[in-house]
């Protein structure tokens, strides 16, 4: 019985490079993958706490602007919500709420434009950082690191294909007798 050996001529390690940017690829959608879902474990464990600001300073030209409203500091903490005005002044004459409106992050004057000395104090809730929140943020950005070494594998993989391919041409001149050695 005859075996028959498969042979690829003129692929010169193309193989070995397809291979790996297979490889890379499989590894990249393996760290998007695992990136996503260490984001949303992330948002998934941050503690839900109650803050107090008191006298926090206050910009007229925002409070009395009836398009913009004065939007409240912190509100760009995470998972910032339900603030409740607890108080406001008018350098130190505390304001009735019928001054002022809430609307959702935003402060708004209702009456007078006159005030030129404004702070407010109010309660939120937002999410707290804690052991879970700071290690998912820790392996998310390891796994995210990952990609920044796939350039290096590619010129090393390349520079595996042209020894190949180098090696394969010497041996080709050598096997058809173009190169004579010397006596």
Known sequence: MRTIMKQDRGVAGLTILLSIVTTLFVIGLLV???????????EATYTTTSATVGGEAMTEADFVNASKGYTLALSTAQDFASPVITAMYNATTLLSSGNYTLTGNNLFN????DWT???????YTYGASNGATDVMNDTVAGISGVTDWFPIFIVISAMIVLILLTVIIITAIRGSGMMEGSA
């Open 32 to 42: 998007m993958i695992y990136s996503l879902m260490g984001g949303e474990l992330q």
């Open 117 to 123: 000395t404004l702070t407010v104090n109010y309660t």
């Open 110 to 113: 209702a009456t007078s434009d």
